[in-house]
């Protein structure tokens, strides 16, 4: 047939023939081609010979065509091709091929599996195409940058309720430390970052967005302007800045890609694994965070430039509720008493100053502080009751407005009257009796 007689070489097996035909023809000689070629002279002669007896097609590989030895069989094929179907229909290769490992025991490289995926229509080849973005270098010692957000996602896929996923990644060596919540506000800002705080201690810095729970969007006071504040403060900002911890606002996701980059491998490994653990609550979800992240640490997590710890570790005895709590100026009454949410606390200490700090900690307990030293009070729970007034008679009728009374033209108040003084004094006395 037509087809036979054509012989598919690639570029380089159609180079490595130019340069033996030219051997062949004494236009140079055997150590020169080897050198051309970057062959030792052995295997020149061994393509010599073949070329020789086969022809140009000598040159081409013996195995072209040929299924390789190290090819699995059809049946473990078979076999994982189905497995993926029914447990692992929307995981990726890469995690799919280390779920078939460490759950079925069946070994298949990542690529192997793509290929089986592509071929049988399960997986799509994916290009993201990305704008150019300005690289900047990591910093160079453990705790020197702490990357922050919260992430809001199914990851209870309907098997419970919502949940957030805040968490902090390290800018030099992609530590990451994560807990679940019931939303992103102040309060799981601060108790996730007590939590990172207990763990490895304060790191110098945070990069944030300008989420409202980091970043206050209000204007600022007259009292404010006068002390001399350019901007507002969250209360987690307030909280930070008091624990000496630099607040860093990034001003677009990309900013902040390391910690983005988390969330989208997070989303596809974490959901699928709390789904193959059939995880349904938050405490659930949490206990499998405490598990997983240290495996996940040791894996991705990379070298730093500068093997330092800056993290600063607090003392034993340093209390972290006096900073990571609700902070409200108020007002002391002249009774001694303070307004708050609705409730009246009476302070049972003499004070000179006007102003209190009210603080509700992260345990729903309740502080009243001045200058950073808790007073004691207690809460008003009900005031006494008024005394009893005696009641109105009631009205007959409708009741009407009374309209002003206006004197006749010759009413004596209108009339001027020129009286002598002894007939004064007469009508004073008629008028008096």
């Known amino acids: 047939m037509a087809g036979e007689d054509i012989i598919g070489m690639s570029l380089k097996e159609l180079r490595r023939l130019k340069v033996l035909q030219s051997v062949m023809d004494g236009r140079i000689t055997r150590s020169a081609a080897a050198s051309i070629l970057d062959l030792s002279e052995r295997h020149l002669r061994r393509l010599l010979k073949s070329v020789r007896e086969m022809g140009d097609s000598g040159v081409v590989h013996r195995g072209r065509g040929r299924s ?4 699995l069989p059809e049946k ?22 280390e779920k078939l490992l460490e759950v079925d025991g069946m070994a298949v490289s990542r690529e192997t599996l793509r290929q089986w995926l592509m071929a049988a229509g399960l997986w799509e080849k994916r290009r993201n195409r990305r704008g150019h973005r300005q690289w900047r270098l990591r910093r160079e010692c453990f705790g020197q940058m702490v990357q922050v957000d ?26 990451v430390y994560a807990r679940f919540y019931d939303y992103e506000g102040t309060i799981p800002a601060m108790d996730s970052f007590k939590g990172y705080v207990r763990r490895h201690g304060l790191p110098l810095s945070v990069y944030l967005d300008k989420h409202t729970t980091y970043k206050s969007n209000r204007k600022l006071t007259i009292e404010e302007e006068l002390d001399g504040i350019s901007q507002p403060m969250s209360q987690f ?42 995880i349904k609550t938050r405490e659930e979800a949490n206990a ?54 609705k409730k009246l606390y009476q302070i049972e200490e003499k004070i000179m100053s006007r102003k209190v700090t009210v603080e509700e900690r992260l345990n729903g307990s309740l502080h009243i502080s001045r200058d950073g030293v808790s007073l004691k009070y207690r809460e008003i729970t009900g005031r006494p009751p008024k005394a009893s007034q005696p009641a109105c008679p009631a009205r007959k009728g409708p009741r009407t407005s009374r309209k002003p009374v206006i004197p006749p033209r010759d009413h004596p108040w209108r009339r001027k009257v020129n009286l002598e003084p002894i007939e004064q004094k007469e009508l004073c006395a008629q008028l008096t009796k």
């Open 150 to 175: 919260g992430s809001h996602h199914a990851w209870l896929e309907g098997r419970g309720s919502e949940l957030v996923l805040m968490g902090y990644i390290d800018d030099a060596t992609n530590n």
């Open 76 to 97: 473990i094929k078979a076999r994982v091709l189905k497995l993926y179907r029914n447990k692992y229909r929307d995981f990726g290769p890469t995690l799919a091929a």
């Open 237 to 278: 900002e307030r909280a930070l800045d008091e624990l000496g911890v630099k607040v860093i606002h990034a001003h677009s996701p990309q900013a902040k890609g390391r910690i983005e980059r988390l969330f989208g491998v997070f989303q596809d490994r974490v959901v699928k694994e709390m789904r193959l653990r059939g």
């Open 288 to 341: 499998f965070l405490r598990e997983y992240l240290p495996i996940y640490n040791r894996r991705f997590r990379v070298t730093p430039a500068n093997k330092s710890d800056v993290h600063i570790k607090p003392e034993r005895h340093f209390n972290l509720d006096r900073f990571l709590c609700l902070k409200t100026e108020r007002t002391v009454r002249n009774d001694n008493t303070v307004a708050h949410d």
């Open 68 to 71: 390789s030895n190290r090819r």
